[in-house]
Structure formats: structure tokens, C-alpha cells
Antibody, heavy 112, light 113 residues
Framework: QVNLLQSGAALVKPGASVKLSCKAS????????IHWVKQSHGKSLEWIGY????????NYNEKFKSKATLTVDKSTNTAYMELSRLTSEDSATYYC?????WGQGVMVTVSS | DIVMTQTPSSQAVSAGEKVTMSCKSS????????????LAWYQQKPGQSPKLLIS???TRESGVPDRFIGSGSGTDFTLTISSVQAEDLAVYYC?????????FGSGTKLEIK
């Protein structure tokens, strides 16, 4: 069955970067786009962008264009999202999702 | 960006009751070429990832109980739960995928009395 396994929770310092991973299994990785979604504590969902694993083409929400960088490694069926210049506003749970399936989410906490 | 407005923000019902929740978009989600509405409904239970319930405004995902009914077209959409069960305690979000950036509503929190 389809599974999206995300990396563990991260505690990072303000100004630093963090790279989150999302390992896909149970389907052909290159067949479906992978989207990333942010959920701040107790809040709604924000779409960050998607990547086409086959071509590497990306489409970002303008709001996150200078914050997030999406990449994939086709050899390991893994998608990545790097978040840069972190502030407290970036503390949230981040999900990867593909074709109706969602990862378990990863909590990122930005604190000194 | 397309703005999605959900009402009510929360609702408390007893098990067995019918519940409806609304989602309105700031522009039409109906694509004229294929007559499809690019609207999805998600259920997020406490401490869990969102789960896709309905796509194309009214198509239930495999395994979703038939008490979940999506309806509407254009800019006005409704999610109905025909007979609420205790396990339906969750926040329900609508999402438009007509255009990027994809956008979500603020959610309707369903509480069971």
C-alpha cells in the first residue's frame, strides 16, 4: 500500500536551515506530484508547493518561494523540502502528500 | 489567490444527527472544458494527518462511508454527514485545486455532544 514516511521532528535555531524528507513506497514514485503543506499549531493548512518527481519541475506558492526548496532523489524514491532562514513563524507541522495520501507530518520547532 | 470560506467554524451535534457544513470560494471552481468542480474535502482527526474524503466536489474516496456526501457547484459547496458517529469528531477542511496556489478553508470543527 502507499506510504509516505517523513523524517523525525526537528528542533532548529533561528536563522538556520532544515531539510525534511519524505520517502515514498507502494507506488511508482515518478507517476505523481508530491506536494508539501504547512500547518501551524491549531491553524489551517497552507500549500507550499509541489514537485514533479519525473522532471524535477516545481511550482511554489509565492509566499514560500524564498523559504522552501523542493527536490527529489529518484534513486531512493525520496522527496525533500529545505526550509531556510528559519524564524519562529516557521514553527509548524509539515506534511508531504501525493495522490490522496499524506505523510505522518513532521514538527519543526524553531527556538534558540 | 482563491479564498475559501468555511462556515460554521464549529458545530456540536449528537450522534445520529445530520450535519451540514458550507464552503464558498471567491471564484468558480467549475472548469467548463470537463464540467468538473476542483474541490476536495478533508477530515483531520486530533493528532492525525488530514485524510481525503471527497474529490471533484462529490466523489467519495474508496473506503469512505457513504454517510459523507459532497455537493455543490461553482462557488458554493456543502459537506453533509447524514448520521454523525462518535468517530467523526474532527476538523473538516475544503480545498480548491482549480488554480495554484492551492488554498484551504479555515475548517469546521465538529464536536459530538
Amino acid at each position: 500500500q502507499v506510504n509516505l514516511l517523513q523524517s523525525g521532528a526537528a528542533l532548529v535555531k533561528p536563522g538556520a536551515s532544515v531539510k525534511l524528507s519524505c520517502k515514498a513506497s507502494g507506488y511508482t514514485f515518478t507517476d505523481y506530484y508530491i506536494h508539501w503543506v504547512k500547518q501551524s499549531h491549531g491553524k489551517s493548512l497552507e500549500w507550499i508547493g509541489y514537485i514533479n518527481p519525473n522532471s524535477g519541475y516545481t511550482n511554489y506558492n509565492e509566499k514560500f518561494k524564498s523559504k522552501a526548496t523542493l527536490t527529489v532523489d529518484k534513486s531512493t524514491n525520496t522527496a525533500y523540502m529545505e526550509l531556510s532562514r528559519l524564524t519562529s513563524e516557521d514553527s509548524a507541522t509539515y506534511y508531504c502528500t501525493s495522490e490522496a495520501h499524506w505523510g505522518q507530518g513532521v514538527m519543526v520547532t524553531v527556538s534558540s | 489567490d482563491i479564498v475559501m470560506t468555511q462556515t460554521p467554524s464549529s458545530q456540536a451535534v449528537s450522534a445520529g444527527e445530520k450535519v451540514t457544513m458550507s464552503c464558498k470560494s471567491s471564484q468558480s471552481l467549475l472548469y467548463s472544458e470537463n464540467k468538473k468542480n476542483y474541490l476536495a474535502w478533508y477530515q483531520q482527526k486530533p493528532g492525525q494527518s488530514p485524510k481525503l474524503l471527497i474529490s471533484w466536489a462529490s466523489t467519495r474516496e474508496s473506503g469512505v462511508p457513504d454517510r459523507f456526501i459532497g455537493s455543490g457547484s461553482g462557488t458554493d459547496f456543502t459537506l453533509t454527514i447524514s448520521s454523525v458517529q462518535a468517530e467523526d469528531l474532527a476538523v473538516y477542511y475544503c480545498e480548491q485545486y482549480y488554480d495554484t496556489p492551492l488554498t484551504f478553508g479555515s475548517g469546521t470543527k465538529l464536536e459530538i455532544k
